[in-house]
């Protein structure tokens, strides 16, 4: 049995799990994230729960609770590593406080028995940062959900823009600064014959809309579930240009659907991408690679 205290827009069970929300406020800097704090029902749950042992993610508002929880039971703390939190404040131009976010996740982590990251890049990262007690994480995607389907006409008329015998690009995630989508908007206005549709959205939403107009990109919004599969199933390639991506989930669940990737060979893409067999890897220093 497992018992998830988690964000507020949890459902009330997820794979048999029991989820007991919290609430907290926006975090000034990146409105997308709440500061969540321990809630009174959340403590009742857990004391009623009474686990055996606690695994905290990507402590950093909730998970200090969790720590203090685990170590005031004497129970087996596992912490895991799933942001590059310091790697944001520098996109977001706050490379000062980089320094201090290591310390503190560091303080964080090292009161676990057991630390896990999702790729051999982070292990590498982490361990050079002085976090102890940490082991790789090996993760995957559910292949039963994303798996290849026929493509669907519709679908792809709707993710070009109405011009589906273009070479047609996906880019699935948060529209946010620390996904480099910016990058791609003038590569994308030199590259005749392609479109990109841009599925998710995000703190930077506004700011993307501006970026890319009057280029070839179609801004979907959220697509989930099977409609998520479909666009996957009917695209021609998934362009993914985050370099400070921890694991890449995206990019092994277009893979899972036939769908090959172009990124740079950044962060926990170094462990699924090969290059030209399921990927086209190009430099993030020097876009205009993408045209070559």
């Known amino acids: 049995a497992a018992l998830v205290v988690g964000p507020p827009d949890m459902p009330a069970e997820y794979a048999g799990a029991h989820c007991v929300a919290t609430r907290g406020p926006r975090f000034p800097l990146y409105p997308d994230v709440r500061m969540n704090v321990l809630s009174p029902a959340a403590l009742r749950a857990l004391r009623a729960f009474r686990p055996d042992v606690v695994h905290v993610v990507n402590p950093a508002f909730l998970g200090p609770a969790g720590i203090l929880y685990a170590r005031a039971r004497h129970l087996?703390?596992?912490?895991?590593?799933?942001?590059?939190?310091?790697?944001?404040?520098?996109?977001?131009?706050?490379p000062w406080a980089e320094r201090g976010l290591w310390e503190f996740f560091r303080a964080l982590h090292n009161r676990a028995d057991l630390n896990l990251v999702p790729s051999s890049a982070v292990l590498r990262q982490v361990r050079a940062h002085g976090f102890r007690r940490?082991?790789?994480w090996r993760r995957g995607v559910d292949t039963r959900r994303f798996r290849p389907l026929p493509p669907d006409p519709a679908m792809r008329a709707r993710l070009s823009g109405d011009h589906p015998d273009d070479f047609l690009m996906l880019y699935v995630g948060r529209v946010a600064k620390e996904k480099g989508l910016d990058q791609l908007a003038e590569p994308l206005r030199h590259l005749p014959g392609a479109r990109l549709a841009i599925v998710g959205g995000g703190p930077e939403l506004p700011q993307m809309r501006e970026r890319f107009r009057d280029s070839a990109a179609v801004f979907t919004g959220f697509l989930r579930g099977d409609e998520l599969v479909q666009a996957f199933s009917?695209?021609?390639?998934?362009?993914?240009?985050?370099?400070?991506?921890?694991?890449?989930?995206?990019?092994?669940?277009?893979?899972?659907?036939?769908l090959p990737v172009i990124a740079p060979m950044r962060g926990g893409l170094v462990d699924i991408l090969q290059d030209e067999y399921n990927a086209l890897v190009y430099d993030p220093g020097d876009i205009r690679s993408l045209l070559a």
Request: aromatic fraction near 14%.
């Open 234 to 258: 009917c695209a021609d390639a998934l362009l993914f240009p985050s370099t400070n991506e921890t694991f890449g989930l995206v990019a092994l669940e277009a893979m899972a659907c036939g």
């Open 76 to 94: 087996p703390l596992v912490a895991s590593y799933h942001t590059d939190v310091p790697g944001y404040a520098r996109a977001y131009g706050y």
């Open 134 to 136: 940490v082991r790789w």
